[in-house]
């Protein structure tokens, strides 16, 4: 039996694993990208901005909020993963064939706070103010500064690593194909819990896991005929 306490535990662990993966996609975009540090400080500074005032109305938001955050996941998911997948195509592809370097018009996609990623985080903070015996504007706070320092940190290793843009269009390609690829798994893997037996799985579950991998089949032939990979 799992006592509450190691279930908390586990609830922050995971909370916070997901914050650094958001932070992990920004720092890709401000690294990559060569943003000064300057500039990165001030992304830092609007995630940490936009975290604070999410723990600070949390208290004052309905529950009918949080379903509807939930409900529109998936469908944000979707068009942030198109998003990045079409920009990462044409950041590569202007860097391979032309030799333009047109990071710092794309790398918004990866870096600025979007849509997801903020219901994200606003559902984070209320899970965390749900399990901690801590005021809501203290959970927004913490979050914030992670993203801070995570987001600074980790934008500094990647601007040190003198990537390409090809890199980073690569990269763009690959975390909008990850997206798309926990929107398929994910609700299938429930569905496998859910159902009793192997007849109860929801067959489009299957529809949807093939058309992906063919789908990524095809992007790969299609990235190699556009120049997106060399």
């Known amino acids: 039996m799992v006592s509450s306490l190691e279930l908390s535990s586990i609830t922050v662990s995971g909370i916070l694993i997901g914050i650094l993966i958001f932070a992990f996609k920004v720092s890709l975009g401000c690294g990559m990208a060569c943003l ?3 500039e990165t400080l ?3 500074l609007s995630y940490m901005a936009l975290a604070s005032l999410m723990g ?3 208290g004052f938001i309905p529950n009918s909020v949080f379903f509807w955050l939930l409900n529109a996941g998936v469908a944000m998911h979707a068009v942030i993963a198109l998003l990045l997948v079409t920009l990462g195509v044409i950041t590569a592809r202007e860097w391979n064939r032309e030799g333009h370097d047109i990071s710092r018009r794309t790398f918004w996609a990866l870096s600025f706070p979007c849509p997801a990623c903020m219901a994200a985080t606003f559902l984070s903070c209320s899970f965390l103010v749900g399990v901690l015996n801590v005021a809501s504007w203290m959970i927004g706070l913490a979050v914030g500064a992670v993203f801070l320092v995570s987001i600074i940190g980790l934008s500094e290793l990647f ?3 003198h990537r390409t843009p090809s890199d980073m269009g690569n990269a763009m390609i690959f975390l909008g194909l990850f997206y ?3 929107m398929l798994v994910i609700p299938a893997y429930l ?6 037996t192997p007849s109860e799985m929801p067959s489009v579950n299957a529809v949807y896991i093939y058309g992906f991998l063919f789908g990524m089949v095809l992007l790969g032939y299609l990235s190699r005929r556009m120049g997106v990979a060399k």
């Open 36 to 38: 000064s540090r300057r």
């Open 42 to 44: 001030l992304i830092a």
């Open 56 to 58: 600070v109305i949390i």
């Open 159 to 161: 601007r040190k690593s």
């Open 180 to 182: 798309i690829l926990s």
């Open 191 to 196: 569905g496998s819990k859910i159902a009793s």
